[in-house]
Each structure stands twice: as C-alpha cells, then as structure tokens.
T-cell receptor, first 115, second 109 residues
C-alpha cells in the first residue's frame, strides 16, 4: 500500500506566479488535510477536504489560496500570485475516517521557494 | 484555542542514553499522535495514542488524558533518532490536528 504521495517535492516560483501542489492520499483514504510548516516551526493546519467537499478551511489565508479534492485525481493546493512569505514546506495528510478517530499519515511534503 | 506545549525545546544526548519528552495540552482531545521529523524533513508516525500506553521497540508513549499530558520515552538512543519530535492533538469537535512547537533532539556518537 503506497503511502501519501506529494508532488513536486521541490518547487521554485518567482513572485507573482502560481504554485500548484498535488497530493494523492493513501489507497482507501477519503479524508485529506493540508498543513504548512514555516522554517523552525511546527505544522499549522490549513484545510480539510473529503471527496469534492471542503469540510473546514479555517486555517486557509483568505486570499490567493484555494484547495480542491475532485472526484477523480489528486487533491490540489493552489497559491496564486505567490509572495516570498509563502515560502514554506506544505504537507498533505490523509486518513480513512476523520481525524477525531483515526491516525493521520503524512506525505513527504512540497518545499516551495519563492524568489 | 487549545494550547500544546512540548518540553524540553532542545535536547542533546550521547548515544545510548535514555530520554523523556513531554507534551501538555490545555483541553480535552479526541486524538493524540507523536511524530518524528527526520533531518530530511519527512514526518514519520510514531504513535497514535489518545490514551494509555504503547511500545514499539526502543520507543514507548503514555498519555494520561484526564491530566492532559503525554510522554514519549526513547531508550538507548541512536544517532538516527536525531530530528524534531512533534506532539499533535485533535481537540473535541475539531477537524484538524494542532501541533506543538516540537523537541529538537540531537544524539551524538
């Protein structure tokens, strides 16, 4: 059973460009979570999705950030018009049921660098 | 919101030593997990332990939910144990995990 897959592992963007981060959950997992980790800090929750639905986006910045988890294909975290402060590691996690009752499994992360 | 505090923030050990890492949380939780983030940044699940005690090789963990803390024990530490150890909790009626700031462990040969 493959683990959580994220790509790309490293992404470099110039200010003003768009960044698209992809996450394929573990097989059989329908719950996906995105977290951001700034250097030397812990992970901060961004958004929680189930297939085709955003369940909780209370950690998402109000502008430029969006997430989706379509019926087919990976979950996408999209950052428009990136700024230097968006440079961070972005982790995706999945679980078979919600986090209240289940272990979360994390992907290897995407390290975004904004020049 | 819930506060998650980990101690100590930094820990330096000689290979072979034992250590105890602590996680305090300020409210009731559904879920508590311990993770190891290795020097390459990868997050590795150690324990899913909302209550009770579990052991896995040289690692063990205990959560006392009624007193709102969890302990991670590392015995006979090895250099490969180096990295940051995170405690994460899911508060009741929440959909996410809240992470502590981590304990940075350095094991010297």
């Amino acid at each position: 059973n493959a683990g959580v897959m994220q790509n790309p592992r490293h992404l470099v963007r110039r200010r003003g460009q768009e960044a698209r981060l992809r996450c394929s959950p573990m097989k059989g997992h329908s719950h996906v979570y995105w977290y951001r980790q700034l250097p030397e800090e812990g992970l901060k929750f961004m958004v929680y999705l189930q297939k085709e639905n955003i369940i909780d986006e209370s950690g998402m910045p109000k502008e430029r950030f969006s997430a989706e988890f379509p019926k087919e294909g990976p979950s996408i975290l999209r950052i428009q018009q990136v700024v230097r402060g968006d440079s961070a590691a972005y982790f995706c996690a999945s679980s078979p049921r919600g986090v209240r009752t289940d272990t979360q499994y994390f992907g290897p992360g995407t390290r975004l660098t904004v020049l | 919101g819930i506060q998650v505090e980990q101690s100590p923030p930094d820990l330096i050990l000689q290979e072979g030593a034992n250590s105890t890492l602590r996680c305090n949380f300020s409210d009731s939780v559904n879920n508590l997990q311990w993770f190891h983030q290795n020097p390459w940044g990868q997050l590795i699940n150690l324990f899913y332990i909302p209550s009770g005690t579990k052991q896995n090789g040289r690692l063990s963990a205990t959560t006392v939910a009624t007193e709102r803390y969890s302990l991670l024990y590392i015995s006979s530490s090895q250099t490969t144990d180096s990295g940051v150890y995170f405690c994460a909790v899911s508060p009741y009626n929440n959909n996410d995990m809240r992470f502590g700031a981590g304990t940075r462990l350095t094991v010297k040969p």
